[in-house]
């Protein structure tokens, strides 16, 4: 089949939830993907911020396919060595006491919420609890993780979701507070709003609402699961915020390429929360995500990845806030780290759509922001290599 025929057979085939950009993908080579025709791509997406590593790291692969001739899957009824290493590195590098794997950013966001409901029931002795979330929020297409996601757009097919959610303004203390009831069991945000558009919480909000949950025996939980694993420079964002959450969530990066989510949280919150009964799942934390994890932080310390991310991202900032100066289309840059935004007066999608045409991966968030999530190994001859042809990808735009 040729490239068109591929297109053609996915579009008949596929359920059509996604409008597709026209490019069928064949392999990747560190931060390069290859299409069928050989077209090669600079990428600056990393498949959602999932690819941290980029493509085909060596060590990555190897540790997979030992993995693949041992054990892929057993149950969670029985105890398995993998996932057992990975447990112990990701509790390690987030300070939490307890982790369930899952199988998607979704799944962990299911979790959480369960979590902090038992955590209420217990507290309280009953059920029907209220969780705050944030406007513009993103955390997944479950009904539960849709009910905590603040776009009318997407929930309102759906109606009724589960009851029991108010929405706050994403860093604007006084609306969280406000809808605070004795029956809150929860606030929940993106310690970096992703899909909303890339606003990085604010420092004296997120201390706020941190003391306000104290004060209240309310949980705070933050969504990692596009902001976390390395990409701001601290492993978990919330790390350069001096302020803990209860329970956080974590997937896309946390094994660069194979589904696998969790949720964590502190020993305080596993003793009151989910027990045997409670919650479950066939392939969550099975062996082969597990070595998958495993191998993903084994390889971030050998190859000093927070650091590299420091280093590169300041770069990196420099050359789009040299953009943003230059173009008057283009009105603000906001992110931290390799997760970044432009706010873009232009049409994103077609500027995304453009840069495919030169040779760039890149996406969009909310309805005016392209965004950067590279893989985190990207050096600064890549940012060199990125800003030509998004300024071609403008001007073919601009030229209509
Ligand atoms: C992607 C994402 C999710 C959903 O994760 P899936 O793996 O797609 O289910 C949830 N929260 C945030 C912040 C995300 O970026």
Same mark, same amino acid.
């Given at each position: 089949? !040729?490239?068109?025929? /591929?297109?053609?057979?996915?579009?008949?085939?596929?359920?059509?939830?996604?409008?597709?950009?026209?490019?069928?993908?064949?392999?990747?080579?560190?931060?390069?993907?290859?299409?069928?025709?050989?077209?090669?791509?600079?990428?600056?997406?990393?498949?959602?911020?999932?690819?941290?590593?980029?493509?085909?790291? $060596?060590? /990555? %692969?190897?540790?997979? %396919?030992?993995?693949?001739?041992?054990?892929?899957?057993?149950?969670?009824?029985? /105890?398995?060595?993998?996932?057992?290493?990975?447990?112990?590195?990701?509790?390690?590098?987030?300070?939490?006491?307890?982790?369930?794997? =899952?199988?998607?950013?979704?799944?962990?966001? @299911?979790?959480?919420?369960?979590?902090?409901?038992?955590? *209420?029931?217990?507290?309280?002795?009953?059920?029907?609890?209220?969780?705050?979330?944030?406007?513009?929020?993103?955390?997944?297409?479950?009904?539960?993780?849709?009910?905590?996601?603040? !776009?009318?757009?997407?929930? $309102?097919?759906?109606?009724?979701?589960?009851?029991?959610?108010?929405?706050?303004?994403? !860093?604007?203390?006084?609306?969280?507070?406000?809808?605070?009831?004795?029956?809150?069991?929860?606030?929940?945000?993106? =310690?970096?709003?992703? @899909? &909303?558009?890339?606003?990085?919480?604010?420092?004296?909000?997120?201390?706020?609402?941190?003391?306000?949950?104290? $004060?209240?025996?309310?949980?705070?939980?933050?969504?990692?699961?596009?902001?976390?694993? &390395?990409?701001?420079?601290?492993?978990?964002?919330?790390?350069?915020?001096?302020?803990?959450?209860?329970?956080?969530?974590?997937?896309? *990066?946390?094994?660069?390429?194979?589904?696998?989510?969790?949720?964590?949280?502190?020993?305080?919150?596993?003793?009151?929360?989910?027990?045997?009964?409670?919650?479950?799942? =066939?392939?969550? &934390?099975?062996?082969?995500?597990?070595?998958?994890?495993?191998?993903?932080?084994?390889?971030?310390?050998?190859?000093?990845?927070?650091?590299?991310?420091?280093?590169?991202?300041?770069?990196?900032?420099? %050359?789009?806030?040299?953009?943003?100066?230059?173009?008057?289309?283009?009105?603000?840059?906001?992110?931290?780290?390799?997760?970044?935004?432009?706010?873009?007066?232009?049409?994103?999608? %077609?500027?995304? *759509?453009?840069?495919? !045409?030169?040779?760039?991966?890149?996406?969009? *968030?909310?309805?005016?922001?392209?965004?950067?999530?590279?893989?985190?190994?990207?050096?600064?001859?890549?940012?060199?290599?990125?800003?030509?042809?998004?300024?071609?990808?403008?001007?073919?735009?601009?030229?209509?």
């Amino acid at each position: 089949m !040729n490239k068109q025929e /591929y297109i053609n057979a996915a579009e008949q085939q596929l359920l059509h939830t996604y409008n597709r950009f026209p490019l069928v993908l064949d392999h990747g080579e560190g931060v390069y993907l290859y299409d069928t025709d050989g077209k090669e791509y600079l990428d600056f997406t990393a498949g959602i911020a999932v690819c941290a590593l980029g493509y085909s790291n $060596e060590e /990555y %692969k190897n540790a997979l %396919k030992a993995q693949v001739d041992s054990l892929l899957h057993t149950s969670n009824l029985y /105890y398995n060595t993998p996932v057992t290493e990975a447990a112990g590195k990701v509790l390690a590098a987030s300070d939490m006491d307890r982790i369930f794997f =899952t199988n998607s950013g979704t799944e962990a966001i @299911e979790g959480a919420i369960k979590a902090a409901k038992k955590y *209420a029931w217990t507290r309280d002795g009953h059920a029907g609890h209220e969780i705050i979330a944030m406007k513009h929020s993103f955390h997944g297409r479950s009904i539960g993780a849709l009910s905590v996601t603040g !776009n009318a757009h997407y929930q $309102e097919p759906f109606e009724p979701l589960m009851p029991g959610v108010q929405f706050a303004e994403f !860093n604007h203390f006084d609306s969280v507070k406000e809808l605070v009831t004795e029956n809150t069991c929860a606030v929940i945000m993106e =310690t970096v709003q992703g @899909e &909303g558009g890339i606003y990085p919480v604010e420092p004296d909000f997120l201390k706020q609402v941190r003391a306000l949950c104290d $004060e209240k025996d309310i949980l705070l939980v933050l969504d990692e699961i596009q902001c976390g694993m &390395g990409r701001t420079g601290n492993m978990f964002a919330w790390q350069h915020y001096g302020v803990k959450p209860d329970i956080m969530t974590c997937a896309k *990066a946390l094994g660069c390429g194979v589904p696998v989510g969790a949720f964590l949280m502190t020993q305080k919150v596993a003793d009151k929360s989910l027990a045997p009964g409670d919650h479950g799942t =066939t392939y969550g &934390g099975n062996p082969f995500v597990g070595a998958a994890v495993s191998a993903v932080f084994d390889i971030f310390e050998k190859q000093h990845i927070l650091e590299h991310v420091n280093d590169v991202s300041a770069y990196f900032e420099e %050359k789009l806030d040299e953009l943003v100066k230059k173009y008057d289309f283009l009105t603000a840059r906001r992110g931290m780290g390799l997760m970044q935004g432009l706010v873009c007066e232009l049409p994103v999608g %077609k500027v995304a *759509a453009e840069a495919l !045409n030169q040779g760039l991966v890149v996406i969009t *968030a909310g309805a005016d922001v392209l965004r950067f999530v590279p893989p985190l190994v990207i050096e600064k001859k890549h940012v060199d290599e990125m800003v030509p042809k998004l300024e071609k990808a403008f001007a073919a735009v601009s030229a209509g």
